[in-house]
């Protein structure tokens, strides 16, 4: 009996309606009634009621979903162990990053992993993509390892940290907060404020900083850093960025000053269930040799 089709008995049994369970399992409604139909014929028992606006299990239906759970749940156990044998049997790598993470390390670090590690270890490319994504990434098995945001879910993964820093405030010289020996969250209160979408874990860090401790301020979203940088000096509103931005990019009329209370990091993660092969050794050892050696760009003095 087919693995599939006990994967559209399952969603039909979970949604009792043919629209969203075809949609689950990615067929047409008209393609998920002839399956289950053709289920109903192969065994010779109606399987669901469909007298009622929701479609329900007969007894037979009931019976027969302890066995499609059962034999859903071996097969997705058998495919995963033939999946790590394959994986740890092979020495390439499938790294994610977090938009901007990989710009923190030396244009060339991955190429040199590729080339010096004596494990025959291999990341093809490094691709990048949204906080949420690459924890999706991971909790699907889509990728090995990812560069993310602070924090992370430290019962699911496994982590090497790699930055612990402040966030930055970027501001024009002519705001009298550019004149401060230091600045808090505090004191970003009845000021007009940008900094990056939602998108990134550090923006709703700071923003939820920013609800407990300061008030009357204002928060403008844009998509790229250059766009911060641009309110800045136009609009003179106060940035929110993280160190590397500001060390990259000078401009004379605006200033850098670390926020002391805001704090903003990154780490490589991996799941904690993961059963690391030697390829998998290799790269954590790079990452952690790299912090250790001072590679790390963006740190506090670099």
């Not at 329900?56 to 059962?70: D, I, M, N, P």
């Not at 997705?76 to 993470?101: C, D, N, P, T, Y």
């Not at 900094?195 to 700071?206: F, P």
């Amino acid at each position: 009996m087919d693995v599939k089709v006990l994967n559209y008995f399952i969603a039909l049994e979970d949604c009792g309606h043919y629209a969203p369970a075809a949609k689950k399992v990615y067929i047409s409604p008209q393609g998920l009634s002839a399956a289950i139909k053709h289920l109903e014929t192969e065994v010779g028992v109606p399987l669901f009621n469909a007298n009622s606006g929701t479609i329900t299990l007969t007894k037979y239906g009931q019976v027969f979903s302890t066995y499609a759970h059962e034999m859903v749940a071996k097969t997705e156990e058998v495919v995963a162990r033939i999946s790590e044998m394959k994986r740890r049997q092979s020495r390439e790598i499938s790294l994610l990053s977090s938009v901007g993470l990989i710009n923190f390390f030396p244009d060339d670090f991955i190429q040199r992993f590729n080339e010096t590690n004596t494990q025959g270890a291999f990341v093809p490319e490094v691709r990048a993509l949204p906080d949420k994504e690459c924890e999706q990434w991971l909790d699907n098995s889509l990728c090995d390892f990812a560069l993310i945001n602070k924090p992370v879910d430290l019962q699911k993964y496994s982590v090497l940290p790699i930055m612990e820093d402040n966030m930055v405030a970027w501001i024009r010289r002519d705001n009298p907060l550019a004149d401060a020996e230091h600045i808090t969250v505090a004191d970003l209160s009845n000021q007009h404020l940008v900094e990056l979408a939602t998108d990134y874990k550090q923006s709703v860090n700071s923003e939820r900083a920013l609800t407990e401790r300061a008030h009357d301020y204002s928060i403008f979203h844009v998509n790229e850093m250059i766009q911060i940088l641009d309110h800045v000096i136009t609009n003179g509103y106060v940035g929110l960025v993280v160190r590397l931005h500001t060390q990259i990019i000078h401009d004379p009329r605006v200033v850098a000053k670390p926020i002391e209370d805001l704090k903003w990091g990154f780490s490589l993660c991996w799941l904690a269930s993961r059963i690391l092969s030697e390829a998998d050794t290799a790269l954590i050892k790079w990452f952690s040799d790299a912090v250790n050696n001072g590679e790390v760009l963006g740190c506090a003095g670099k």
